[in-house]
């Protein structure tokens, strides 16, 4: 992708050491003249050691970067993303001068020893703790001007822009500040390989791997406070066992700072990033480029955008089968759509259940207001029972029970084996229960529905049940409709 990279003037002339041809082009930002490095073992070109010709055989040179591969690869492209990387992200962020900096070397290894040839040979800090487990995907040494990233990394060219974004943000910011850094590094490269005209701030970044660790967040009440996300020690930001959340909330915190329209909050990210530069701390910072109260509400609602169902009551979890929650004693668990519904709007809900176990009760929340007012569908199978039930300000309000006849239970009993289990709810009031498409009880509340979120609710009806005892239900495949 050239981008900017061939839109200033000058001309460039690059020649591949993987094909050994050349490339001219003009109308570059870069200009000059580059050369590639055939790095045959030598090491004459470059200084570099033999040990780390014969790994890094292959390369290619432009203007500020020379990428080197232990693999033939078609290297012209990686380096068409980091020029357009270097140069249009420094202009956006206001570096316009020429860069103060020698190349940048970027390595393709094939694997963590490669990586730490490229430590041995520049004297960079150890990175051994993630060896063979998976956790490798790129290093950026900003002060050495060294990156290595594994070939096989599964998106190359996004990989090269999120480092190079680093290197642009030691540029302006001279140190890693994790949770603007992080952020900024993975909105960039969507700006970079997008093709769609335009600045960041009007592009709205899109990243579904973070959305969905954002939605697991929300689900397992696992999301910090926008206090503690400023304060976060760099140790838990990269902490593995967080699962990439730190960086899905950095992702989020820069996406509000750049593509936020609050003119609380809009158009004041150089000012932000120039507070860093000079040594303030990240809260500091902010406070004196933003209204802290507007930011906060707008990180809170971003993280939280993601999430279709959010706990109301008992654990939630993410699991092989969708979603999961677990209640210990006779106590219920519920989760409910993060959709809210208007008073008298019809919806609809689907979802498969496994395998509910012979003490639980289970069924679908409607109407909820809060933790403390909602209604109460529930379904019995192995008893052949429906109660419709209201639960407002810490009592039961409301509770119809109905018997269902053989046919209708034996049908409500089969949504053990997998089947589809459905509830209509019509605005005026008239609810339905669905198996496979097929109605199995229909009741009405007499009045329109007032509104709220629905969801699904389980609960151990053995009174008996101590703390020790746990129930947990899968529900695989919900869908709100409405």
């Known amino acids: 992708m050239a981008g900017l990279a061939w839109a200033r003037g000058g001309t460039r002339a690059r020649t591949s050491a993987v094909t050994g041809t050349a490339v001219g082009g003009t109308g570059t930002a870069v200009g000059g003249t580059g050369t590639a490095v055939t790095g045959t073992g030598s ?3 470059t200084g570099i050691g033999a040990p780390i010709n014969e790994r890094f055989r292959y390369s290619a040179t432009s203007q500020n970067f020379e990428v080197r591969s232990g693999q033939r690869l078609l290297l ?10 270097l140069w249009r992200t420094r202009a956006w962020l206001g570096s316009t001068g020429p860069a103060s900096y020698g190349p940048t070397l970027i390595f393709l290894t094939d694997d963590d020893e490669g990586l730490h040839a490229v430590e041995r040979e520049y004297g960079l800090a150890s ?6 487990d998976g956790a490798f995907k790129g290093r950026c040494f900003p002060e050495s001007h060294v990156i290595v990233i594994p070939y096989d990394v599964g998106a190359l060219r996004w990989q090269i822009a999120h480092e190079v974004t680093h290197i642009v943000f030691d540029e302006i910011v001279g140190r890693n500040v994790e949770n603007v850094n992080e952020g900024l590094a993975e909105l960039v490269p969507y700006w970079i390989l997008s093709g769609a005209p335009g600045m960041p701030e009007t592009l709205d970044s899109k990243y579904e791997l973070y ?3 954002l939605a697991q967040a929300v689900l397992e009440r696992d999301l910090p406070t926008f206090d503690a996300f400023l304060n976060v020690d760099e140790g838990v930001f990269y902490d593995e066992s967080s699962q990439w959340l730190w960086y899905a909330l950095s992702w989020k915190f820069v996406k509000v700072l750049v593509e936020s329209h609050d003119p609380l909050v809009q158009g004041r990210l150089r000012h932000f990033l120039e507070l860093l530069s000079k040594g303030s701390p990240v809260e500091p910072a902010l406070r004196a480029s933003y209204d802290m109260r507007a930011l906060a509400a707008a990180w809170q609602a971003a ?3 993601p999430a279709t169902w959010r706990p109301l009551f008992g654990d ?5 089968y969708g979603m999961g929650g677990t209640v210990s004693g006779a106590h219920s668990a519920c989760v409910v759509s993060s959709a809210s519904l208007f008073a008298g709007e019809s919806f609809s809900m689907e979802v498969t259940l496994d395998g509910p176990a012979p003490d639980a009760a289970f069924g679908f929340a409607f109407d909820v207001g809060s933790d403390d007012q909602f209604g109460y569908l529930e379904l019995r199978p192995a008893c052949g029972r429906v109660t419709v039930a209201e639960h407002v300000f810490g009592r039961w309000t409301r509770v119809d029970d109905y018997v269902l006849d053989p046919i209708a239970r034996a049908a409500l009993y089969s949504v053990q084996r997998g089947q589809r289990l459905t509830l209509r709810a019509a605005g005026h009031g008239r609810l339905d229960v669905l198996v496979d498409g097929a109605t199995v009880f229909r009741c009405d509340l007499g009045r329109p529905l007032r509104g709220g979120s629905a969801g699904l609710m389980f609960e151990n009806c053995d009174t008996g049940a101590s703390e020790r005892d746990v129930l947990e239900m899968h529900f695989r495949g919900a869908v709100l409709a409405h």
Not at 77 to 85: F, G, I, Q, Y
Not at 127 to 132: N, Q, R
Not at 316 to 320: A, E, H, I, Q, T
């Open 43 to 45: 090491g004459a070109s």
């Open 303 to 305: 993280v939280e955008q």
């Open 316 to 320: 939630w979890r993410v699991d092989p």
């Open 76 to 85: 012209e492209p990686l380096l068409d993303v980091a020029e357009s990387t």
């Open 127 to 132: 990175s051994g703790v993630h060896d063979g």
């Open 211 to 213: 959305d969905h660790r």
